[in-house]
């Protein structure tokens, strides 16, 4: 117990030292150079900040969704040698079965159509 609390105070200790440290080193100075979009040295032809359209978010939120079942879905094969493979199997089946409704309804309220 006594080390443990040695540890958390050695570590908080460095934590306030390297970032009171990085504040004190640290140079800003910032000038139009650094301030413009991009730091290569020619100015930009148009503005840095174009609007995107929300349907990148949408992919990339399914795939993280889809890979995060992948994640999950991962110890399915060691799982088959516990004493309860039932459970384990039943839940990854619901698991999977939710998301695929999710991805059905998705599909049918035209939340994956790209162009309208």
């Known amino acids: 117990m006594n080390m443990i609390l ?5 570590s908080l200790t460095l934590s306030i030292l390297l970032t009171a ?7 800003m100075n910032p000038d139009s150079e650094k301030l413009s979009p991009y730091e290569c040295g020619f100015d930009p032809l148009g503005s840095a900040r174009l609007p995107f359209s929300i349907r990148f978010f949408l992919v990339a939120i399914l795939f993280l969704l889809f890979d995060l079942e992948i994640a999950l879905l991962l110890p399915l094969p060691w799982a088959t040698q516990l004493q309860t493979p039932t459970l384990t199997l039943t839940s990854a089946l619901t698991l999977i079965l939710l998301l695929t409704l999710g991805l059905i309804y998705e599909w049918v309220q035209g939340g994956l159509e790209w162009a309208e």
């Open 21 to 27: 440290l990085n504040f004190w080193l640290s140079q």
């Open 6 to 10: 040695l540890m958390m105070a050695m």
